[in-house]
C-alpha cells in the first residue's frame, strides 16, 4: 500500500523529515523561497497534507483546490493569519500550529530589541565601526532605563506572559492589555489590567506588542496612539507587522514624538530597503526571526510534523486549530 503524499514548503530539521517519512510520501520544496501560489493550489488537490510557514497563503483558493484529497495543513509557527480557517473548515480540512514551543525564544528577542533601542546597542555598534569613536564622552550616546521603567504589555497570551517574567526581573512596573482580564496573573506576578488601551500607553516607558493579528487588532497603533505616548516612550512589536500603522509611526519617529521603536516584524515584509524609516536612528529592525534560535526551530518542525503524524495514525492531534 502506497504511502499517502505530504507536501512540505520549506527545507526543514531532519528530526521533522524523519517523523514524516515514516508515515508519508513527502515532497519538499527545494528552493529558500517560498513556492508560488499556483504550486500551493496543485499540490492542495494531489496531497492530503501540507507543511507549511507563515508565508504561505493558505486561502480559499488552495483549500477548494484540496477539497477532495486535501485533509490536514500544519503551519511552522504559533501564528496562522495565512489560513483562511472558515474555508477550511467547511471543507472539513483541520488546520494546525506549534503553539507551545517558541514563547521563551521569542520573549528573549523581545528584550534584546527592547534593549537594543533603549541602549542604543545597534547606534553604539555603527559608531565604533564607522571610526568616530575617537575618544570617551560622558554624553555618548545616551538610552534610556529599563530597570524601574513602566511597562505595558499588549496581549497577555503565551508570548506576552513571559514577556511579563522577564520584565519582574528588571524591576519594571508591568501593564498588561488583554481581552480577557487575569486575575490569577495578577495575584501571582504583580501586573496591572488596564481596561483601556489609552490609558496604558499614556503611562508606559516601553510597550510591547504580542497580540494576534485579526480585524480588531489591525493598526491597533496609529496615530491617536502614537500621539498618546510619552515623548521618551519606546515601543517593540514582535507579533505581527500590520498591528502598527508603519506609515503614523514613522512620522512618529521623524518628529520625535516618541523615543524609538524596535520591529521584528513589520508592514510590507519583507520591508523594502527604499522605505523611509530606515533612515532614522531611533528605529531598530530585524527580518522576523522570533522563533529562529537552533533549539526552537527544531522544536518547532517536530511539532509541526507530529500534527501531521497523528492525523495519519488516527490519533488526537496535539495543535488543531479549527477541530
Known sequence: MSLPKVFVTRIIPPEAQEILNKVAKIEIWPQDTKPPQEVLIQK???????????????????????????KIVSNYAVGYDNFDIDTATKNGIIMCNTPDVLSQTTADLAFGLMLSIARNIVRGDNFVRSGKWTHWHPSTLLGRDIYGANLLVVGLGRIGLEVCRRAIGFGMEI?????????????ELGLKFVPELKDGIAKSDFISINTILNDQTYHLFGKEEFNTMKNSAIIVNTARGPIIDMESLYKALKNNQIAGAALDVTDPEPIPTSHPILSLENFVVTPHIGSAS???????????????EAYLLNKAIPSSING
Do not use: H, P, W
Open 44 to 70: 492542495a488537490s494531489e496531497c492530503i497534507g501540507l507543511f507549511t510557514t507563515i508565508e504561505d497563503q493558505i486561502n480559499g483558493e488552495v483549500l477548494k483546490s484540496g477539497k477532495d484529497s486535501l
Open 175 to 187: 501593564f498588561y492589555y488583554t481581552r480577557t482580564r487575569k486575575l490569577n496573573l495578577e495575584k
Open 294 to 308: 537552533i533549539e526552537t526551530r527544531k522544536k518547532m518542525a517536530v511539532a509541526a510534523a507530529k500534527n501531521i
